[in-house]
């Protein structure tokens, strides 16, 4: 069982920018490939971004190619989303969500997710 816990969300400024880490709780981490996903109320659970388990492949949803980037450190059982010129459609709880089997692009098939954190973006 693998247990992820999100921090760095908050409350930030149009234009602003804010990065947040998600940190795993056992060193098969490393087995996994790692996603980001965002709901906002009403809304479904959606994709942004993920990144491979070995070589950093990385994958991102239209909406936010170019201003948001995923890494991560193995060493440290870490995965990162910076966000940059953040906008209000980008209001969500994030999601860190784990895969054993490929980088799937929507819920199914991700084996564990933490908790969420909230973003914020103000006008």
């Known amino acids: 069982q693998v247990q992820l816990v999100e921090s760095g969300g908050g409350l930030v400024q149009a234009g602003g920018s804010l990065r947040l880490s998600c940190v795993a709780s056992?060193?098969?981490?490393?087995?996994?490939?790692m996603a980001w996903f965002r709901q906002s109320p009403g809304k479904e659970r959606e994709f942004v971004a993920a990144?491979?388990?070995?070589?950093?492949?990385?994958y991102y949803s239209d909406s936010v190619k170019g201003r948001f980037s995923i890494s991560r450190d193995n060493a440290k059982l870490s995965v990162y989303l910076q966000m940059n010129s953040l906008k209000p459609d980008d209001t969500a709880v994030y999601y860190c969500?784990?895969?054993?089997?490929?980088?799937?692009?929507?819920?199914?098939?991700?084996?564990?997710w933490g908790q969420g954190t909230q973003v914020t973006v103000s006008s």
């Open positions: 056992e060193r098969s981490f490393t087995l996994y490939a």
């Open positions: 990144i491979a388990r070995t070589l950093g492949g990385t």
């Open positions: 969500a784990a895969a054993r089997q490929g980088i799937p692009p929507g819920v199914d098939g991700y084996d564990y």
